[in-house]
């Protein structure tokens, strides 16, 4: 049976063989599972399933974005809700000029919107008005 060296985990280093049976833990839900190689380059099976590798990478996303907002919004925006959510998607990709009184929720509305890219996969930089006027 062909095989040939492969570098596995932590640069741990084995041999894989096409078309020998394996024996491994599901890293999602640490159920043991058997799956079988079938090319020499296929790399070692982690999931027990397509159901447990989506559930692990829809997590790993959710973490990431979590991380982004918590890099780029102030924090007493974060938790906030705006009362304009039907706005949300009309705005995305739009220019903005948003103004009114103090207290309206104009930085709640962007900070909302500012999630929204993120949650889109879009980079933001948030910037305060003095530091957004300095620049200019
Ligand atoms: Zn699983």
Redesign the pocket.
Known sequence: MPYRLFLGKKGERGYKQVGRKFKAK?I??K?EFEYVLHSWDEKAHL???EI?ECRKMKRDNELYIKKKIEDTIPKKYRNLKTDRTELLTKCMGTNLYIYGKCGTGKSIFIANLAMQYLINGYAIRWIETLEFFQKM
């Open positions: 599901c999602e839900c159920k999931y027990c399933s447990c």
